[in-house]
C-alpha cells in the first residue's frame, strides 16, 4: 500500500531559469553565452550538491579557476534566491489535496545550503513533513546511500513509497531499492500516472 510520496525540489516543486538570471545580471548576450556552460555545468552543480566544503569556500575556488568570469560568479553567489522564479504550477493544490486524502509528503532533492533561502520564499515547502538534501548528507542521486537516509530517517518502506523527479536517472535508483516512481513532466501528468499507480495498488 502506498503511504508516502517523494518529491524532488527543482523542476517539480519549484521552477529555476539560469538563462534568464544570466541574462539579467549580464547584459552583453556574447558574455552571456560564454560565461553559462562556466556556472551551468556538471561537475560545479556535483560539487555544490554535495558540499563537502562550504558553499562559499566553493565559489571562491571557482572563482580562482576562472578569474576572467569573477564578477560574474560574485553574481551568482549573492543573488543566489533569484534563480528559482516560482512553484510549478498547479502543485501546490495537489500537493494539498494529496495531504488531506492522507498521504505522507516528503522532499529529498540535490541542492547547495542555499536550498534554505529558497524553501523559505516558496509556501509550497511547508506542505512537507520532512525532506533531505544532499548538501545536508554529503550525498547526492542517485546514489543508494541517499534513498537509504530517507527510508531511515522518516522509518518508511521503499515499497510504500512513489518518488517524482525530473531526472529518470534518478527514479532509477530509487526502483533498485524498490521504491516506485514517476518521471515528472507537469501537475496533470504526474497526478494522471500516480492516479493510476494508485488504483492498481489498491485492486
Known amino acids: 500500500m502506498i503511504k508516502n510520496l517523494i518529491f524532488d525540489f527543482g523542476k517539480v516543486l519549484v521552477d529555476y ?14 558574455r552571456c553565452r560564454a560565461f553559462t556552460p ?4 556538471v561537475e560545479l552543480q556535483q560539487l555544490l550538491d554535495r558540499e563537502e ?9 571557482w572563482i580562482e579557476k576562472n578569474k576572467e568570469f569573477e ?3 560574485r553574481y551568482f553567489n549573492e543573488h543566489y534566491p533569484e534563480i528559482v522564479t516560482n512553484e510549478v504550477k498547479g502543485m501546490y493544490d495537489l500537493l494539498s489535496q494529496l495531504k488531506t486524502e492522507g498521504y505522507k509528503l516528503y522532499g529529498l532533492t540535490n541542492w547547495c545550503s542555499k536550498v534554505h533561502q529558497t524553501m523559505a520564499q516558496f509556501p509550497i515547502f511547508k506542505l512537507l513533513d520532512g ?6 548528507e554529503k550525498v547526492i542521486k542517485p546514489e543508494p546511500e541517499i534513498y537509504h537516509r530517507l527510508f531511515n530517517k522518516f522509518n518508511i518502506k521503499p515499497e510504500e513509497c512513489i518518488f517524482a523527479d525530473d531526472r529518470a536517472e534518478n527514479i532509477e535508483g530509487g526502483k533498485r ?13 504526474y497526478e494522471r500516472e500516480l ?3 494508485l488504483s492498481h495498488n489498491r485492486a
Open 195 to 197: 492516479r493510476q499507480i
Open 131 to 136: 525532506q533531505i538534501i544532499s548538501s545536508e
Open 38 to 41: 562556466v556556472l551551468y555545468n
Open 71 to 73: 564578477t560574474e560568479i
Open 17 to 30: 531559469d539560469f538563462e534568464a538570471f544570466f541574462r539579467k545580471y549580464i547584459p552583453d548576450a556574447e
Open 53 to 61: 566544503r562550504p558553499f562559499e569556500v566553493i565559489m571562491k575556488e
Open 177 to 189: 531499492l524498490g521504491m516506485g516512481g514517476i518521471v515528472f513532466t507537469d501537475a496533470k501528468q
